[in-house]
Structures are given as structure tokens and as C-alpha cells.
């Protein structure tokens, strides 16, 4: 599998229509602007953002709080 096949969105709450549990045990990891990134909870190659978890701090239902960061979007296989 080639990075050209990874989905143009994909985020890690299984609440989400772009939950893809399969894809996500393979290991995904993302080069956000030249830097690797660990904490990404989501993420859009073709509109060129991310969100990442702010802290430990959750939001009323219990989810991780998230910002939004523009940029370029490099998403690849950890484990091919």
C-alpha cells in the first residue's frame, strides 16, 4: 500500500464517519509542515489541516479538546 491509497481524511473517534479502525491498528503517522506529529486526533490532506488534543483537558462529553492547525498534511504507513 502506497501513501497515495490512505484516506484524504481519517480521525480516531469512533463517533466519526472517518473512523477507519483497520487502517488506524496499521499505524498511521503524519508529517504536518516537515515535523512528525504523535498527538493528532484528526486530519485533512485536501483542505491542509490537522486538530491536535490541547493537553489533558476534556470537553464536557469527554472528548480531548482540539485546535485546528493549517499546513501541509503528509500522511504515511508506520507499518507497511
Known amino acids: 500500500m ?3 491509497a490512505l484516506p484524504d481524511r481519517l480521525s480516531t473517534n469512533p463517533k466519526s464517519p472517518h ?3 483497520a ?3 496499521r499505524g498511521i ?3 504536518f ?3 512528525e506529529k504523535t498527538n493528532v486526533e ?4 485536501s483542505e491542509g489541516w490537522i486538530r491536535v488534543a490541547v493537553g489533558k483537558t476534556l470537553d464536557r462529553k469527554g472528548n480531548p479538546l482540539t485546535i ?3 499546513g ?3 500522511p504515511y504507513l508506520e507499518k507497511p
Open 2 to 4: 502506497t501513501d497515495t
Open 19 to 21: 473512523y477507519d479502525e
Open 23 to 25: 487502517l488506524l491498528a
Open 29 to 31: 503517522g503524519i508529517r
Open 33 to 35: 509542515d516537515g515535523q
Open 42 to 45: 484528526e486530519y485533512c490532506v
Open 68 to 70: 485546528k492547525l493549517t
Open 72 to 74: 501541509k498534511v503528509e
